[in-house]
């Protein structure tokens, strides 16, 4: 039977709780079932799902010496090949963790422009960062990537493992695995995508709407020159749409048409499937052959409920689905881990503030709904209705002026994201560019995952705090303000040149300072 329990909220303190764990890497243990016999606990965090999400909060809250267990349910990595675009935002995540060179090495660099409702033009001028392109990625290489760099960092991946039920109480999550295995830990976070088990057995609600239309999308070769494609593409101009065949390069081009009921549901699609629709949408299937990989989605859109029952949380896929329009899934869903690791980790750890961990909900769940709304947008700028393509018509015009291009694109790569931390200056709650400091690089000096006091005035100190905020006075800064307080996701906690107040946000971020 696998049943859950909603405890209240848990103590924010976990330090007597942290005390009484076993130390050192844990053994994984296998436990009796029955009764009111809890399992050992084997790890402070067990994480369901080894995907993107999954692997990135690993290792984030490795960064804090949090032991972490990741169950995933498949036995192999996926080998499911997908081009995914990781963003600009994703792109910083990775510089400020060391992570960036190693991941640019197996993606294709592309500009940043044309990404909302795939309305062709330019590059915006004057996007604010040092990494404002797209990466071309297959998402199996980034998933190794992460994965790998969780394991590096000391965090336990075991595979073939389902999670089927857990049980909460006040000090901590007992999980059940489809063997019957029981694993227990202070908290679970589930990561295990769209169709998660953990969400559903939280009986946290998803609501939002089903899908409605099918998209067929695949990578594959063409028999025919590109420019009796291109030519085609103007004949059919913006009727059909979501339709195009885009070159990748080395041949490659990737085929997005509308499935329209063509194949079962249920299976993968063919390359007869998408012969037949080209020629449906096309008069022609453009001699298409060799597939790297074909696939079918959904427009499905929903929202969870609630990011945190007592002590399990949700992030990526698990809380939020939308249609692929614009590439944001993935990017959300690390952007998510990045927002939560060192959250969590500061519960476990014991100095974190008594709402830090709710922060969590409070900044993401507006963050994924505004996703979800401009995929909706997209959506309809996509259909072929004589309505939705005069609004497509008109934004294609309106985004001749580069700051409606600009906006747009800082929308759908995340760097436009700004967390609600009061009122102040507007780069408050927004994350800082990677800017040049004396020692070389903001970014170089977050790869630790701590707070960092940025300091241009000499005066200031965060001494109280410093075995969780670095410290640098750099008169040099290339910062239009005196002082900045960084959280270790990179966001502007605190702008200001007086102590006693940073004292104050240093507290409301970063708890009581050490004795
Ligand atoms: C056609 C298409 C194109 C896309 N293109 C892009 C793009 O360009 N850019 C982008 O950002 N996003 C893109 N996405 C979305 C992206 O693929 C997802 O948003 C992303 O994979 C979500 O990551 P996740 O780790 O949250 O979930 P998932 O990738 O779904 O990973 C969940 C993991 O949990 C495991 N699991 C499930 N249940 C259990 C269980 N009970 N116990 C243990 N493990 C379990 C699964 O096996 C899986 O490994 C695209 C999606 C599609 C369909």
């Not at 001699?287 to 969870?304: E, I, N, Q």
């Not at 701590?450 to 910062?479: F, K």
Request: include cysteine; proline fraction near 6%; hydrophobic fraction near 40%.
């Amino acid at each position: 039977m696998h049943s859950q329990q909603v405890t209240a909220e848990p103590p924010s303190d976990d330090r007597a709780g942290r005390d009484s764990t076993v130390g050192g890497v844990p053994e994984v243990l296998r436990s009796p079932v029955s009764g009111a016999d809890r399992a050992p606990l084997v790890s402070d965090v067990i994480i369901a799902g080894c995907g993107p999400t999954g692997a990135m909060l690993a290792a984030e809250l490795r960064l804090h010496d949090v032991r972490v267990l990741v169950l995933e349910k498949e036995t192999e990595p996926a080998s499911f090949v997908r081009i995914v675009g990781l963003h600009i935002r994703s792109l910083e995540l990775m510089a400020m963790r060391g992570l960036l060179e190693r991941v640019v090495r197996y993606g294709r660099r592309r500009p940043a422009g044309g990404l909302f409702a795939a309305i062709p033009k330019p590059v915006p001028k004057g996007l604010d960062s040092a990494y404002a392109y797209l990466l071309g990625i297959p998402q199996p290489v980034i998933e190794r990537l992460l994965e790998e760099h969780a394991i590096e960092r000391g965090a336990q991946v075991r595979r073939g493992c389902a999670v089927v039920g857990f049980k909460q109480d006040e000090e901590g999550v007992t999980v059940e695995l489809a063997d019957g295995e029981q694993l227990r830990s202070r908290y679970l976070v589930g990561c295990d995508g769209g169709r998660s088990t953990v969400r559903k057995l939280l009986g946290v609600g998803f609501p939002g709407e089903p899908s409605r239309t099918e998209t067929l999308m695949g990578e594959m070769e063409v028999g025919v020159p590109q420019e009796e494609i291109a030519a085609k593409m103007t004949e059919i101009g913006q009727i059909h749409q979501p339709f195009w065949l885009r070159p990748f390069g080395g041949g490659i081009y990737s085929v997005v048409v509308p499935a329209a009921g063509v194949g079962d549901r249920g299976k993968p699609p063919t390359l007869e499937d998408f012969r037949q629709r080209l020629r449906a949408v096309a008069g022609t299937d453009f001699g298409v052959h060799s597939p790297r990989w074909l696939s079918r989605f959904g427009d499905a859109t929903r929202l969870a409920e609630r990011y945190r029952v007592g002590r399990v949380l949700l992030a990526g896929d698990a809380a939020h689905i939308h249609p692929p329009i614009g590439g944001q899934g993935l990017n959300l869903g690390v952007q998510d881990a990045f927002n939560l690791g060192w959250k969590l980790a500061a519960q476990i750890r014991g100095w974190a503030p008594e709402t830090l961990l709710d922060t969590y909900q409070a900044e993401r769940h507006p963050v994924a709904g505004d996703v979800l709304d401009n995929t909706r947008a997209q959506t309809e700028l996509l259909s072929a209705g004589p309505g939705p393509q005069a609004v497509r018509r008109l934004l294609t015009e309106l985004m001749d002026f580069d700051e409606v291009n600009r906006y747009l694109i800082e929308k759908i790569t995340a760097i436009g994201v700004r967390y609600d931390f009061g009122e102040g200056p507007d780069l408050l709650g927004r994350r800082l560019r990677d800017i040049d400091v004396e020692q070389g690089h903001l970014y170089g000096l977050l790869h630790r995952g701590r707070g960092l006091l940025l300091d241009r005035t000499g005066r200031l100190t965060a001494g109280a705090w410093s075995d969780r905020v670095d410290y640098l006075a750099d008169p040099t800064a290339e910062l239009d303000v005196p002082c900045v307080l960084l959280r270790p996701d990179g966001h502007v906690a605190w702008i200001g040149d007086d102590q006693q107040d940073l004292d104050g946000h240093l507290s409301r971020w970063f708890g009581e300072p050490a004795d």
